[in-house]
């Protein structure tokens, strides 16, 4: 199994992307595609993650600007960025909890290399 992230860059302050994760190999289910980052000097924080009851939780410092979503029948969870900030910069990652076996399903979390995310002011 493995999760790969996609899309980052440099940007402009203000500026926008869309980051992408695929998950591939001998996936039977997936849940809880999420992603987080990393600032340099920093500890990884999480930046948004779906809930049990249907919803996203969203890092405060970004609320109101990333959206996650996903498209299930391409193992595929993307984090949509606007209005970015200098102090978003890092390494995205995306992480996911995945079950390669027929029921009883047992779920590991795998996690993507990462994609940089620069944003100059």
């Known amino acids: 199994v493995q999760l790969q992230a996609s899309g980052g860059g440099l940007v402009q302050a203000g500026g926008s992307l869309r980051l992408s994760c695929v998950a591939s190999?001998?996936?039977?289910?997936?849940?809880?595609m999420n992603w987080s980052r990393q600032a340099p000097g920093k500890q990884r924080e999480a930046v948004a993650a779906?809930?049990?009851?249907?919803?996203?939780n969203y890092a405060d410092s970004v609320k109101g600007r990333f959206t996650i979503s996903r498209d299930s029948a391409k193992n595929t969870v993307y984090l949509q960025m606007n209005s970015l900030k200098p102090e978003d910069t890092a390494v995205y990652y995306c992480?996911?909890?995945?079950?390669?076996?027929?029921?009883?399903?047992?779920?590991?979390?795998?996690w993507g290399k990462g994609t940089q995310v620069t944003v100059s002011s």
């Open positions: 190999g001998s996936i039977v289910s997936i849940n809880d």
């Open positions: 992480s996911a909890l995945i079950s390669t076996n027929a029921p009883p399903r047992v779920y590991n979390r795998y």
């Open positions: 779906p809930t049990s009851g249907g919803s996203t």
